[in-house]
T-cell receptor, first 113, second 114 residues
């Protein structure tokens, strides 16, 4: 157990639907990063939050959004889902400061049918 | 633009043989470099990281990596591979001037022959 908890582990949904992925960071970590892993694109950075505020944005689609709550857990919302959104979604957390102690969760596997 | 290249998509080595996985990066400043391992269905586990200082970095599970600035490389090595090392390996560069996001290479899948 890495200390970063992602739920659900698996999600199967239909095209056009909306889903929410949840990430609880390791205790004491303030930053949460979201990544998408797909066969064709590899591991792509989506978005970062630090202590509730958005800090950096990557190749995140407009249909996707995220937030980090006061208890520091984060949610990634994916809407108007397409087949191509099927992927493994990871979150990672890091402690305060800048020592790159990334800890990854085990991911949520999203299948859009 | 920042990028990470792992030239070998798939490598097969015999158990007990040595291993070297290649990684080249493109980044304008001093890089923060990482190697992660991913077993099937699992998350990413950090093997080792380089921030500064000694260019030979020791990691977990007997892995080491050497940072060579002149070659923009950060190759991962292990002197004797075990069957349990079969997994996918990712090299990444950390962009400390962009919120700390990681840019990953495409990964190298390692198979181990008995």
């Amino acid at each position: 157990d890495s200390g970063v908890t992602q739920t659900p582990k698996h999600l199967i949904t239909a095209t056009g639907q909306r889903v929410t992925l949840r990430c609880s960071p390791r205790s004491g970590d303030l930053s949460v990063y979201w990544y998408q892993q797909s066969l064709d694109q590899g591991l792509q950075f989506l978005i970062q939050y630090y202590n509730g505020e958005e800090r950096a944005k990557g190749n995140i689609l407009e249909r996707f959004s995220a937030q980090q709550f006061p208890d520091l857990h984060s949610e990634l919302n994916l809407s108007s889902l397409e087949l191509g959104d099927s992927a493994l979604y990871f979150c990672a957390s890091t402690p305060p400061g800048f020592n790159y102690g990334y800890t990854f969760g085990s991911g949520t596997r999203l299948t859009v049918v | 633009a920042q990028s990470v290249t792992q030239p070998d998509i798939h490598i097969t080595v015999s158990e007990g043989a040595s291993l070297e996985l290649r990684c080249n990066y493109s980044y304008g400043a001093t890089p923060y470099l990482f190697w992660y391992v991913q077993s099937p269905g699992q998350g990413l586990q950090l093997l080792l990281k380089y921030f500064s200082g000694d260019t030979l970095v020791q990691g977990i599970k007997g892995f080491e990596a050497e940072f060579k600035r002149s070659q923009s490389s950060f190759n991962l090595r292990k002197p004797s591979v075990h069957w349990s090392d079969a997994a996918e390996y990712f090299c990444a560069v950390g962009l400390y001037n962009q919120g700390g996001k990681l840019i990953f290479g495409q990964g190298t899948e390692l198979s181990v022959k008995p």
